[in-house]
């Protein structure tokens, strides 16, 4: 992860708090308000933790990653489990949004 735009992804989490305290805004993604305290100071996230802030901010991660964002026409990657408490749903979510990025960067090296 240590492409993240971390100033961007910074930028994003102070306007997404606009003057509301770190313990709330925390407790909204779903982390630590030590955590989320991190990356406001550009320190890179592990990726649940990034998979969480974009989902709280509402942003593509691509933007983030300098990736192109994924349009609507793209093709959605599934993650499927044997037993629902192999993984957790986050940790799903955030393995999928990896797979079309990186199917994304392999399409523009093709370019």
């Known amino acids: 992860m240590e492409h993240v735009k ?16 770190i313990r709330e ?33 509402g942003e593509d991660p691509a933007a983030f990653l300098g990736l192109v964002p994924a349009t609507s026409s793209a093709t959605r990657a599934l993650v499927h489990f044997k037993k ?10 955030a393995l999928s949004e990896m797979i079309v990025l990186a199917q994304a960067a392999l399409l523009k090296e093709e370019v």
Do not use: Y
């Open 84 to 93: 629902e408490v192999a993984i957790k749903p986050e940790s799903a979510m």
């Open 6 to 21: 971390m100033d961007l992804l910074a930028q994003h989490i102070l306007q997404r708090r606009d003057g509301r305290g």
């Open 25 to 57: 805004a925390a407790k909204e993604v779903g982390i630590s308000p030590a955590t989320l305290s991190r990356v406001e100071n550009r320190k890179v996230p592990d990726l649940e933790t990034f998979g969480k802030i974009c989902a709280w901010l």
